[in-house]
């Protein structure tokens, strides 16, 4: 175990302007280099908040984020979030999508860059559609360009909130994999935002349950081996895991609204 | 089931029989799209089937023949005896075969109750405070909804919106509730709620049901019989018994016997995922 | 059923011819009805008639095409040229919303012919006066709209722009004007129009020609036929500079799906 966690955040604190009530009331967290950890809890509880924050959209009230025992305080390179409605610019093709980042910074001749970009592409399954319009693909296609727009950068700690939300469920499955197979290859530090219990348990070295006031409220690891595959799904353990977690997003969701709402509030 | 239709004094109905039914969407001449292709299935009474299969394997157009929004080329189905879906015979929706969409369609300005007797007075004949008290009476079934019965549907969650239409489809004792993907976008928690809901409310007002669903899990978590269909042409693949007791409730996930539905099953269901994301693919390179 | 009408998809040519037959008929109704006084009306034909012979030919009538949509056209791309920047302004810099929008919401609500006189007085063409008015008709629509354009940009378009470590002007000129476009277009679909608009009643007050004034000579010439022709050639001019707009669109905002 290394001595310092990639991602270190401190008793973040965070209120939209204007508001006193706080949606992130004191977070604390820390997340290994190479580890992919998922964030879950009921909506509204600030899981993209924290995303914010740490991708250094949102200034902290109080508290930090530390990456590499950096101060963050501005949007960077190192640290890329992948949002739930697809960012990719309209009116750019894909390629120009996805060589945007590494252009902007000149990091690299254009020629160059553009090979790698068609690359990654290629792994992604998408090399004939390098040259169209974001609007001419499918969702599961958009959200591979996403993933790619990210990675082409390499960076430090990748922040994806709830990609495949509003796929089908078959569709998502896939997609899941697809990320998997880039994360168990690239060993991509990752914190995966998500309202689903079955993803989850399926990605996540371990899930991180979120509570009404931002706070991680339980730490579930997941033991279920890896490079993993949809068969595990199928097993004793992933099933027992899911239900845990279940009862864990259950218990966070009732200490808030209390058990006599819960019935008329769903 | 049936017995459970009997328990509740209801004459047993909703006995559907598919027959053979095919659709082609464009001139079949032409070698059209074939959504749907020699699928037969009988269906008792009271029955829960979920139909799983990847977007465009037909279950919409399974569904909408059954609902009467859309025509077979070829079979039948016919509702307790009498045949309500042929090429023959023109299709037409009706009271007795109700179709909650995934996104629904309550009125705004009208509150909760009267959505739900909305639904029942379109159709059905009485009009009075039975119909009130029925009416209360299956949105309390329904998770305790009678409480908000006064509000408007935009007060509510969307959780709750999905089952106040469910009920609202049950006030005309259809006899086939169908459902298309009803909880496809909400989270865990809130479709894990929903789940448990639905379980409870058929168990207690048992209707013939067919539930579409991308979803394995939730397919066999919720129904007598999953049927799993192939992307297109849209076939039956496979038909699953799921003999788990019921009453049931989503702590059924985690028991060896759903595990094993759910192995027997996993493959063919992602199998044909894959089949239909790759035809998916292919159609827009 | 409720009559939806499906924008986008164009009618048929078959749907459009019939519906304008109908209308020439209904107006060959009118101009023949006993409510109509006895020439006040042409019917069709006699206009059609009349427009073959006196006007098709007649080098002043296509003068008066000409310099109507050099007008507008000046009037219109002095709008867009001046127009986008300050809406850009206004959207992006705070402090210049602060000290120039309070001045911009007090003229906006100024019909542009209210600016009839004092741009008389101001500018010393007539020329040059008519191009200002029609220029006050656009102007204030494309700020508002670059305006709702970049209020309308979703945050994660600059967000990741910013992430990926692009610089301000590439912030700019890659991300926020394409943004803006779609809004700049519709800006100028509505633009068009009221340039027409304010370009014609401006003609019949304060110039000497245009088509404007070929129409209200007809009146004051107590020709109707000069009239019709009048208001049929500004129709036809008003859907050719919108068919022009439209084709622009169509061209940049390609990217955008149906």
């Known amino acids: 175990m290394s001595a310092q966690p990639l991602l270190s955040v401190r008793n973040l604190r965070w209120a939209p302007p204007g508001e006193t009530e706080p949606v992130l009331n004191g977070t604390t967290l820390d997340l290994k280099e190479g580890s992919l950890s998922v964030l879950i809890g009921p909506s509204g509880c600030g899981k993209s908040t924290l995303g914010y924050l740490i991708a250094g959209y949102y200034e902290a009230a109080e508290g930090e984020v530390r990456i590499d025992g950096k101060p963050v305080r501005e949007p960077r390179p190192d640290r890329l979030m992948v949002f739930q409605e697809s960012a990719l610019w309209p009116w750019m093709s894909v390629l120009d999508n996805v060589v945007f980042g590494p252009l902007s910074r000149r990091e690299a001749p254009r020629r160059e860059i553009e090979a790698q970009a068609k690359a990654l592409l290629e792994e992604f399954g998408l090399s004939a559609f390098a040259n169209r319009y974001p609007h001419q693909l499918s969702g599961g296609m958009k959200r591979r360009v996403d993933l790619a727009q990210a990675v082409i950068n390499q960076p430090r700690l990748l922040i994806l909130d709830e990609p495949f939300r509003g796929l089908d469920v078959m569709t998502r499955e896939l997609m899941q994999e697809y990320f998997l197979g880039l994360f168990e290859g690239r060993g991509q530090t990752t914190l995966f935002i998500s309202s689903e219990v079955e993803e989850a348990v399926f990605l996540a070295d371990e899930v991180l349950v979120m509570d009404q006031q931002g706070l991680i409220a339980q730490r579930l690891p997941v033991t279920l081996p890896r490079p993993r595959t949809s068969a595990m799904t199928d097993t004793h353990e992933f099933q027992k895991a899911q239900v845990d977690l279940l009862h864990a997003l259950e218990a966070v969701q009732a200490e808030t609204e209390g058990p006599q709402s819960q019935a008329v509030l769903t | ?285 | 059923m409720v009559f939806l009408p499906n924008a986008g998809k164009r009618l048929s040519w078959r749907r459009g011819g019939t519906a304008i037959l109908l209308f020439v008929a209904l107006w060959a109704l009118v101009a023949h009805s006993p409510f109509i006084a006895e020439g006040s009306l042409p019917n069709p034909w006699e206009t059609v008639a009349y427009f073959l012979a006196e006007f098709l030919t007649d080098s002043g009538y296509w003068q008066s095409w000409w310099v109507s949509f050099q007008r507008v056209a000046y009037g219109f791309l002095a709008a867009q040229l001046l127009g986008i920047p300050l809406g850009l302004l206004l959207g992006l810099s705070r402090r210049a919303n602060a000290i120039v929008f309070p001045v911009f919401e007090l003229l906006r609500p100024i019909p542009p012919l209210a600016w009839v006189p004092l741009s008389i007085l101001f500018w010393p063409t007539t020329e040059s006066s008519i191009v200002f008015i029609t220029t006050v008709g656009a102007f204030f629509i494309i700020v508002m709209n670059v305006l709702y354009g970049i209020h309308g940009i979703p945050k994660q378009y600059l967000w990741q722009a910013k992430s990926l470590g692009a610089r301000r002007s590439s912030v700019f000129l890659r991300i926020i004007l394409p943004a803006i476009l779609p809004s700049i277009v519709a800006g100028m679909v509505l633009g068009i129009a009221v340039t027409w608009n304010v370009l014609i009643a401006a003609e019949m007050i304060a110039s000497d020609s245009g088509l404007g004034r070929l129409t209200w000579e007809g009146y004051v010439s107590a020709t109707p036929a000069v009239v019709i022709v009048g208001m049929a050639s500004i129709g036809l001019a008003g859907v050719i500079s919108t068919t022009l707009i439209h084709l622009f669109e169509r061209y940049a905002l390609r990217w955008r799906s149906e």
């Not at chain 2, 598919?18 to 799209?33: D, F, H, M, R, T």
């Not at chain 2, 929004?69 to 090429?87: E, M, Y």
């Not at chain 2, 409480?147 to 969307?158: E, L």
């Open chain 2, 1 to 285: 089931m049936a017995e459970i239709g009997a328990e509740i004094g209801t004459k047993a109905r909703g006995s559907v029989s598919i027959e053979n039914l095919g659709k082609v969407y464009g001139a079949v001449e032409k070698a059209g799209v074939v959504a749907l292709d020699h699928c037969s299935l009988a269906i008792a009474p009271n029955e829960f089937i979920a139909l799983v299969g990847p977007s465009g394997c037909g279950k919409s157009t399974l569904a909408n023949i059954l609902a009467g929004f859309d025509q077979p080329n070829t079979g039948s189905v016919s509702l307790d005896g009498q045949i309500i879906a042929s090429p023959s015979v023109l299709a037409k929706p009706g009271p007795d075969r109700v179709m909650v969409f995934q996104h629904g369609a309550l009125f705004p300005w009208m509150t909760i109750l009267d959505n739900v007797l909305y639904g029942a007075t379109r159709s059905a004949a009485p009009h009075s405070d039975d119909l009130r008290a029925s009416a209360l009476d299956l949105l309390r079934r329904s998770g305790g909804l009678n409480r908000v019965a006064a509000r408007f549907p935009g007060q509510v969650s969307s959780g709750m919106q999905r089952r106040i239409e469910i009920v609202r489809a049950l006030m005309t004792d259809p006899a086939i509730l169908i459902l298309d993907e009803p909880f496809r976008a909400m989270d865990s928690i809130a479709k894990s709620r929903m789940h448990n809901h639905v379980l409870a409310l058929h168990e207690s007002v048992p209707k013939t049901t067919v539930f579409i669903t991308h979803d394995l899990q939730e397919a066999l978590l919720l129904a007598d019989r999953v049927v799993v269909m192939t992307t297109r042409p849209g076939r039956i693949k496979q038909i699953v018994e799921v003999d788990l007791p019921r009453p049931r409730t989503t702590e059924v996930l985690a028991s060896e016997k759903f595990l094993a539905l759910k192995a027997a099953t996993h493959q063919a269901v992602h199998d044909e995922a894959l089949k239909a994301f790759e035809a998916g693919e292919k159609e827009r390179a």
